[in-house]
């Protein structure tokens, strides 16, 4: 069993375990990486439908506050079905996230090549 959050590195065909960094909120910037953030859900907003300048495509957005334990809190986009698994209460783990300014608000989000999990 692997334990969550952590990630392997392989060095001279040796398996290697490394620990992915967990972040908190003040330490996030702008167009900065999210190794991990875990948050708790304290506001989700109505979805909105998007449609993509670049490729067309379409889907569902909706923005959620998330505090970390230090009760700082930060936007959280929610894409498509990550939507559907938050509700008010809910507490999730980002990995592989990012983290970028929109509008002057600093936001957070899985985006295509990160995860968000539900954390019981």
């Not at 334990?3 to 996030?28: D, P």
């Not at 506001?43 to 300048?53: A, G, L, N, V």
């Not at 209460?89 to 990160?114: D, E, H, M």
Request: glycine content about 10%.
């Amino acid at each position: 069993m692997v334990e969550a959050g952590a990630s392997f590195k392989y060095e001279q065909g040796l398996r290697r375990r490394t620990r992915l960094a967990q972040m908190m909120v003040k330490e996030l910037k702008d167009k900065t990486k999210i190794d991990e953030l875990i948050l708790t859900i304290t506001e989700k907003k109505e979805p909105r439908e998007f449609q993509s300048k670049w490729s067309g495509s379409s889907g569902r957005v909706a923005d959620a506050t998330g505090q970390d334990d230090a009760g700082d809190t930060v936007t959280l986009t929610l894409w498509n079905d990550d939507i559907e698994k938050v509700e008010v209460g809910t507490k999730v783990r980002i990995t592989s996230g990012w983290a970028s300014s929109y509008k002057g608000n600093l936001q957070v989000s899985a985006g295509k090549f990160g995860k968000l999990e539900i954390v019981s």
